[in-house]
């Protein structure tokens, strides 16, 4: 066996883990200023300059606190759902292209940790899991408002998954293909390349992002938590390090959204005009920070909206997903395979 | 079959075995249901093994993803904490249901030993696996049996629906 392909994994893994644990930390501080903003307040602003440092002096705050075993819970998967949950939504962002194919010291190396030929596939699987950490959440707490979060997340995921899913069948149709990286390969040069554009996607865009909010359980379809009527759903009875993975596992399960989004519609990390003379590291920069800005335009979106919208109702939230979101999507998908079949668009 | 492929077939089949007995065994439903999953997601490593990447792929999503979170949904819902009043089973029940494991563990037993003389299946190229493959063998040599698939599931949707609809 070869050890330096392995290496090399390892090194993708450990950077991108950590590159995401950092970005969660940057975004927790994002989302209380832009809040603030948002509702005329100052927000976190003494910790450093621009109050920058908060997420460090939350970290360890997090760290110090009292860890809170309630009685009668069932320990062991009380203890195991926050990795499961956390763990989930890290496997999933590895099948995202960040970047092209570069040369670091004199080997080449793919800038994406797993590049599979059904990869959009892994990201669904790896996604579709992540409920598992919810629903053990709300049961092994042994909380009626848990268990009532963690139920109404099952439901509520398994629900948009069918939304998402098929909004994304209808690009792997633009594309014809589900590996990511040739995903992102189609649509390169100008930005009216991007299959939202060029793969008549726009209605597949903006049902994937909504459908995306809800499998993230954020606002306006956080009803797993939904403070006002549950406490705050299925992580009420955790404290400390196990709630703050939770929190980490929404905010990387965020990125991983907002990622697939970049990737399946606006080009992935190209960065909509052709780079022409540009080659080498100025070229890989420029796409890496493409890959960047793209996918920080929707973790603002995702905070925007979070602190814009009112909570949809229960029913509210079921009615969306299966009567307009399901249909839509399934509409979407007949239209883009006749486009396609029909030689509009040309794959 | 390599080193790595050895040691990760036993390491599967001690999860999928433990993880099976587990189903069974244990008192909690709850714990049975999620042993199913972890199950099933060690089987998926199995397919994975067979170099069937999209079939692990799909399996994972389907069975583990969806079907197992809404029967972890219905446990849950009619919060079944303890197992008295579940095994309540007629003397039908006592006397076919050990008949009909037999039955099956006699034909998986006779497939078994039959397919071990049989031809030798060897993964012929790269491609094989892929989605692309798949989908050429599903529109091509499988078409029928495909095409009556979706049309049974078509049916079975239409009969859930008309089921919950009578009693609206």
Wanted: hydrophobic share 55%; with cysteine.
């Amino acid at each position: 066996m070869e050890l330096e392909p392995l290496v090399i994994n390892l090194a993708k893994i450990v950077i991108v883990s950590q590159i995401l644990l950092v970005g969660v930390a940057f975004m927790s501080w994002v989302e209380r200023r832009v809040s603030a903003i948002i509702q005329f307040r100052l927000g976190p602003n003494r910790v450093g300059p621009f109050g920058l440092f908060q997420p460090i002096a939350d970290g360890i705050k997090f760290l110090l606190k009292d860890e809170t075993l309630p009685a009668g819970s069932h320990k062991p998967l009380f203890i195991l759902a926050p990795v499961i949950a956390f763990a989930s939504a890290l496997c999933a962002f590895a099948v995202v292209p960040f970047g092209p194919v570069v040369e670091v010291f004199g080997r080449t190396v793919n800038l994406v940790i797993l590049d599979l030929d059904g990869g959009m596939l892994f990201a669904l699987a790896a996604a579709s899991l992540g409920v598992y950490g919810i629903v053990c959440a709300g049961w092994a707490s042994r909380s009626k408002y848990a268990l009532m979060g963690g139920l109404r997340s099952s439901a509520q995921m398994v629900s948009y998954e069918l939304a998402l899913g098929l909004a994304a069948v209808s690009v792997f149709l633009v594309n014809g293909t589900l590996r990511p990286t040739q995903i992102v390969a189609a649509q390169e040069g100008w930005f009216w390349n991007w299959n939202v554009f060029a793969g008549f996607q726009l209605v597949g865009v903006v049902l994937f992002v909504v459908a995306g909010y809800a499998e993230t359980n954020r606002l306006p379809f956080d009803l797993p938590e939904a403070e006002s009527e549950l406490v705050s759903g299925y992580h009420t009875e955790y404290s400390s390090l196990k709630f703050s993975m939770f929190m980490m596992a929404e905010y990387i399960a965020m990125m991983t959204m907002s990622g697939l989004t970049v990737t399946l519609y606006l080009g992935g990390f190209h960065p909509g005009f052709p780079t022409g003379d540009l080659s080498g590291w100025a070229l890989w920069l420029l796409q890496i920070g493409a890959f960047v800005a793209k996918v920080s335009f929707f973790m603002f979106l995702f905070v925007w909206v979070r602190w814009t919208l009112p909570r949809f109702r229960y029913d509210q939230l079921m009615d969306l997903g299966w009567k307009r979101l399901f249909p839509l999507a399934l509409a979407n998908l007949v239209v883009t395979a006749l486009l396609v079949a029909f030689d509009v668009i040309k794959g | 079959m390599g080193v790595l492929e050895t040691v990760g077939f036993i390491l599967l089949t001690t999860l999928t075995l433990s993880s099976a007995l587990v189903v069974v065994f244990h008192r909690s439903p709850i714990i049975s249901a999620l042993a199913l999953v972890f199950n099933l997601v060690a089987i998926a490593g199995f397919y994975l093994l067979l170099n069937a990447q999209f079939l692990a792929l799909l399996q994972v999503i389907v069975y583990a993803g969806a079907i197992m979170v809404l029967i972890l949904f219905v446990i849950m819902l009619l919060s079944i904490t303890n197992e008295s009043g579940l095994h309540r089973s007629g003397r039908i029940q006592t006397v076919m249901a050990p008949l009909i494991a037999l039955g099956c563990a006699a034909a998986l037993a006779f497939a078994v030993f039959k397919g071990s003389a049989g031809p030798k299946y060897v993964v012929s190229s790269t491609e094989f696996g892929t989605v692309r493959s798949i989908g050429t063998d599903l529109f091509t040599t499988f078409f029928y049996a495909f095409e009556t698939i979706s049309l049974l599931l078509v049916v079975a949707m239409v009969g859930a629906v008309l089921l919950a609809k009578r009693r609206l």
